[in-house]
């Protein structure tokens, strides 16, 4: 099992550019996640999945949009990047509401000019 | 929304020490987990512990969720414990698992 795979790892855009980010897991997992960690703090919340085919937003959504590919893939895209978005994005799923585990993919560091 | 409060900021400890780490949240939760994230950026699972007492090697935590608090305790610290250390909460109800964390406390041993 890979767990949760994220790509790129690392991207440099100008301002105004667009980009997704994509996230997988293999582990057959119902929910999945978008936070941001800016430096020398926790992680929140963007955007997440409750379960194959909805989407809903978390506590820091402007700028972003999501899409639930499928049940293993959750893209995040920029349409028009911003140096507040600046940051490490970190993908997460978790497998059901009894086990509420979350696993992480190892981050996609984002450098916006 | 929930708030979530670890303490210390930060710690610094000899090889060999024993540290409590603190995490306050003012909401009643049904997730809480403990993080690690080492030197290169990766988030590790410690523990899901949303109530009572886990144990895995010399790491361990409790949960009092009456009394909205949990502690992480790491016992006979090495230099590879050294890192960040994030509680995470999400609160009853339709949570669906959106995790709130708290600040964070930067761990350091050094050898």
């Known amino acids: 099992n890979a767990g949760v795979t994220q790509t790129p790892k690392f991207q440099v855009l100008k301002t105004g550019q667009s980009m997704t980010l994509q996230c997988a897991q293999d582990?057959?997992?119902?929910?999945m996640y978008w936070y941001r960690q800016d430096p020398g703090m926790g992680l929140r919340l963007i955007y997440y999945?409750?379960?194959?085919?909805?989407?809903d937003k978390g506590e820091v959504p402007n700028g972003y949009n999501v899409s639930r590919l499928n049940k293993r893939e959750f893209s995040l895209r920029l349409e028009s990047a911003a140096p507040s978005q600046t940051s490490v994005y970190f993908c997460?799923?978790?497998?059901?509401?009894?086990?509420?585990?979350?696993?992480f993919g190892p981050g996609t560091r984002l450098l916006v000019l | 929304g929930i708030q979530v409060e670890q303490s210390p900021p930060d710690l610094i400890l000899q090889e060999g020490a024993n540290s409590t780490l603190r995490c306050n949240f003012s909401?009643?939760?049904?997730?809480l987990q403990w993080f690690h994230q080492n030197p290169w950026g990766q988030l590790i699972n410690l523990f899901y512990?949303?109530?009572g007492t886990k144990q895995n090697g010399r790491l361990s935590a409790t949960t009092v969720a009456t009394e909205r608090y949990s502690l992480l305790y790491i016992s006979s610290s090495q230099t590879t414990d050294s890192g960040v250390y994030f509680c995470?909460?999400?609160?009853?109800?339709?949570?669906?698992?959106?995790?709130?964390f708290g600040q964070g406390t930067i761990l350091t041993v050094h050898p």
């Open positions: 909401d009643s939760v049904n997730n």
């Open positions: 995470a909460v999400a609160a009853g109800g339709t949570s669906y698992g959106k995790l709130t």
């Open positions: 999945s409750a379960s194959e085919g909805t989407t």
């Open positions: 582990m057959n997992h119902n929910s």
């Open positions: 512990i949303p109530s």
């Open positions: 997460a799923s978790l497998r059901n509401w009894g086990d509420e585990t979350q696993y």
